[in-house]
């Protein structure tokens, strides 16, 4: 596609559940982020990849979340044993440049809401 | 380390008049970019304007202009024209070269509304 495309576009579960959500990044873009945004705050750096690597994993708040992305190109941000604190849109952005200059493109997010 | 600091949560603004809104960031790297982005109510983050630290210019996009001042270590953003479509949260974000730093790290974001 054109875009960034991240599904499900919308997540509800319950307490406890492992939740998957996917990110499909611009064709050729090398670099993949993963940001959390909560109601009324900015995006918070979760995880970013170049390539099948994680390059930097600091910004996973526990050993809850995991990510991979296995092909260099689709990735996956799992969540296991969900908390209502992790209610929140999870937005993905891909960059096809290294440097500081390259440009992120984002998604639409995923909205996970953790009954 | 990096960090980006917003201290204006929201602004009013009437319409046809220019806004500015500010941001400040203290980084480690040589080198590095800054990024103004605006969300609005949809959730979608649309790209506005880039500037390099060694750019010798302020960047310009229509009616969205950085005012670079990197002694002070700021990177306003000035919207001139303010139109009822510019009403939307408005992120400050920067990107390093150094590792840790590559990942784009944001402000906490101004909310922004226009006055008809």
């Known amino acids: 596609g054109a875009g960034v495309s991240q599904t499900p576009s919308n997540k509800v579960t319950e307490k406890g559940k492992y939740v998957e959500l996917r990110c499909d990044p611009i064709s050729g873009h090398t670099a993949l982020y993963w940001y959390r945004q909560s109601l009324g705050q900015g995006p918070e750096f979760l995880i970013y990849f170049q390539g099948t690597g994680a390059a930097d994993d600091s910004g996973l708040p526990n050993d809850r979340f995991f990510a991979v992305r296995p092909e260099g190109s689709v990735s996956t941000l799992k969540i296991q044993r969900t908390e209502r604190g992790d209610s929140a849109v999870y937005l993905c952005?891909?960059?096809?440049?290294?440097?500081?200059?390259?440009?992120?493109?984002f998604g639409e997010g995923s909205r996970l809401t953790v009954l | 380390a990096q960090k980006i600091t917003q201290t204006q949560p929201g602004m009013f603004v009437q319409e046809k008049e220019a806004v500015t809104l500010d941001c400040t960031y203290d980084?480690?790297?040589?080198?590095?970019?800054l990024f103004w982005y605006k969300q609005p109510s949809s959730g979608e983050m649309i790209f506005l304007i880039y500037?390099?630290?060694?750019?010798?210019q302020n960047a310009t996009e229509g009616r969205y202009s950085l005012n670079f001042q990197k002694a002070r270590k700021s990177a306003n953003l000035v919207i001139s024209a303010s139109q009822l479509g510019d009403s939307a949260m408005y992120f400050c974000a920067m990107r390093g070269t150094h590792f840790g730093n590559e990942k784009l790290t944001f402000g906490t974001g101004t909310r922004l509304t226009i006055i008809p």
């Open positions: 500037q390099g630290s060694y750019d010798q």
């Open positions: 980084t480690s790297d040589p080198s590095y970019g």
């Open positions: 952005a891909s960059s096809a440049e290294e440097g500081a200059n390259g440009e992120l493109f």
